[in-house]
């Protein structure tokens, strides 16, 4: 994945907010993924519509961060999302 590419939750995928926990959860089929807050707040932007590099640029400039940082941190976090088959790219 690049920073031109548009994520979204495969096909019966999604992040869900476990209330009792207080935890965010990745579920897909037949199988769920513990969230941390760093994934959590890269995920909650995935919407089939924002590219990586808008989802970085908002990332940076909501936690003032340098931007090289985060992008590398996001790259690689949805790369490994993909390789697991929880992320597709829309474009």
């Known amino acids: 994945m690049s920073e031109q ?3 979204a939750f495969a096909r019966g995928t999604r992040l869900q ?4 926990r207080d935890q965010w959860i990745i579920q897909a089929p037949e199988r ?3 969230a941390d ?4 707040e ?3 932007r995935v919407d089939g519509h924002t590219s990586l590099g808008g989802i970085i640029d908002a990332l940076a400039e909501a936690f ?3 931007r090289e940082v985060i992008a590398r941190d996001v790259l690689a976090m949805a790369g490994d999302l993909a390789g697991r088959q929880v992320l597709v790219s829309v474009t």
């Open 64 to 66: 003032r961060a340098p």
């Open 32 to 34: 769920a993924f513990l």
């Open 42 to 44: 890269i995920l909650r």
């Open 5 to 7: 590419t548009v994520p």
């Open 17 to 20: 907010h476990d209330r009792v």
């Open 37 to 40: 807050p760093v994934a959590a």
